[in-house]
């Protein structure tokens, strides 16, 4: 992976590529096992652990799972706030109450998501957030996240700088994952903390 020294889209394409590449590769027994190891690392960090309210996402496929998770959470009595996707690829939000209150919805052109059905509480609704689970597919030694490339979550990350709300950020990946570098560009910004089966890494100048 000798693009990795690199900046540039192109670059970030080819990586997404690869990784989402290995990701596909994965037994689902595998990803199932890694699910509940997720769980239990992610409740080792605090800012998840003591938040009142958790804005966080539904892993779809092979993606690190998040639903037992979200479980966890809802039991201990975090509001838990989940998005679901705009036509502009922004993002709206709902409580999660429970796995009886994900609706699957196709999105044109997309991939099929779980969402919350019920009230939506609006794109502003995660500047309240404690803490914020952002998906990705890797993450480098700065907590600089490469993401999927939609652009729904430099929104949020937008949104959260201009309401000057400062929640943990953190990624869950699996431990291949964390690498040595990734592109990036001057309007990234870095997370706080990642989230692997085998641990929690933070990241240098997070403040947490």
């Keep these: 992976m000798g693009h990795l020294g690199r900046t540039g889209e192109p670059d970030k394409r080819t990586l997404r590529r690869e990784l989402l590449a290995v990701r596909n590769r994965l037994p689902a027994g595998d ?12 409740l080792e960090l605090g800012e998840l652990a003591h938040a009142r309210t958790v804005a966080a996402y539904v892993s779809v496929g092979s993606e690190p799972g998040t639903l037992a998770l979200l479980d966890a959470l809802h039991a201990r009595g975090v509001r838990v706030l989940l998005p679901a996707l ?17 609706g699957l919805v196709q999105h044109a052109g997309k991939m099929a998501l779980l969402e919350p059905v019920g009230e939506r509480l609006g794109p502003d609704a995660v500047t309240g957030a404690d803490a914020v689970l952002l998906p990705g597919l890797a993450v480098d030694a700065r907590g600089m996240r490469l993401g999927r490339g939609g652009g729904s979550y430099d929104r949020v990350l937008a949104r959260l700088e201009r309401a000057g ?4 950020l ?17 309007h990234d910004r ?15 100048g997070s403040g947490m």
Excluded: I, K, Q
């Design 190 to 204: 870095p997370v706080h903390a990642v989230v692997t089966p085998s641990g929690v890494r933070r990241f240098p």
């Design 170 to 186: 953190v990624v869950l990946l699996y431990d291949t994952e964390v690498v040595a570098r990734v592109p990036a560009e001057p």
């Design 86 to 102: 705009l036509p502009d690829n922004d993002l709206d939000w709902g409580v999660y109450s429970g796995r009886d209150c994900l």
């Design 31 to 42: 990803v199932e096992a890694a699910a509940a190891a997720f769980a239990e690392r992610a």
């Design 165 to 168: 709300a400062r929640p943990a």
